[in-house]
């Protein structure tokens, strides 16, 4: 699992009776696992705040390697190569999961050895989570919605379907023609209606933009 096939985002959130961090790491496209795994250790080694003692420790991770699993399907033994199966066999992971009790879901997910060794070494009794377990809990405002998060290369699109969580899954793009090919996929995939579902647009995108005019060729209404 290398950062050539998406970017890495951690976020650390910190919280004692007296004291309360949130700190958040990026690593582009293009950055190795051993490289990432050194950046994090650096950022501990440098802040001396991140030497003391928390009351709880929370690692958030948003790396692309993860799928929803419905509770029925769910099987410890087949998560590897679920994430196999979708993303490629690799021996560099460390194969987690989270239980979505609002959804009855699991979502199973990827971190690279490397980064995993680190944070395990220095904070052990960190709590884990990935961005797409919480996601959901954070907009939701209609029965059919479409929730896209862009960056510079990638973006992450949430899908509700009949108020059922049916996707969270990030994909690359290089030119906005991608990103509306992946829109229609789903679209397509899910056979959700266009004019009855609501299209939210967050992160780096405007009106303005070419990205913003190729969705608009086919949904009328998106909003911010």
Do not use: W
């Amino acid at each position: 699992m290398n950062a050539t096939d998406s970017e890495k985002v951690i976020c650390a959130a910190c919280g004692a009776p007296s004291d309360q961090m949130v700190v958040t790491t990026h690593a582009s496209t293009g950055t190795s696992n051993d490289e990432v795994a050194n950046y994090l250790k650096d950022i501990f080694a440098a802040q001396p705040f991140l030497q003391k003692t928390f009351k709880k420790i929370s690692f958030i991770y948003a790396f692309a390697e993860a799928e929803l699993v419905p509770k029925q399907f769910m099987n410890n033994v087949a998560n590897n190569e679920i994430l196999d199966l979708v993303y490629g066999d690799t021996s560099d992971r460390i194969v987690k999961n989270d239980f979505m009790s609002s959804y009855n879901i699991n979502n199973v997910y990827g971190i690279p050895k490397q980064v995993d060794s680190v944070i395990a070494n220095l904070f052990p009794q960190a709590q884990h989570f990935h961005l797409y377990s919480l996601l959901p809990n954070v907009n939701k405002v209609a029965p059919n919605q479409l929730y896209i998060i862009f960056s510079t290369t990638h973006v992450t699109m949430q899908l509700f379907k009949d108020e059922k969580l049916q996707l969270i899954r990030s994909f690359s793009y290089k030119v906005p023609e991608d990103v509306l090919y992946h829109i229609l996929n789903v679209r397509q995939s899910f056979d959700v209606p266009v004019n009855e579902t609501t299209i939210v647009l967050n992160g780096m995108i405007d009106v303005a933009s070419g990205l913003y005019n190729e969705i608009y060729k086919y949904f009328l209404h998106p909003v911010f």
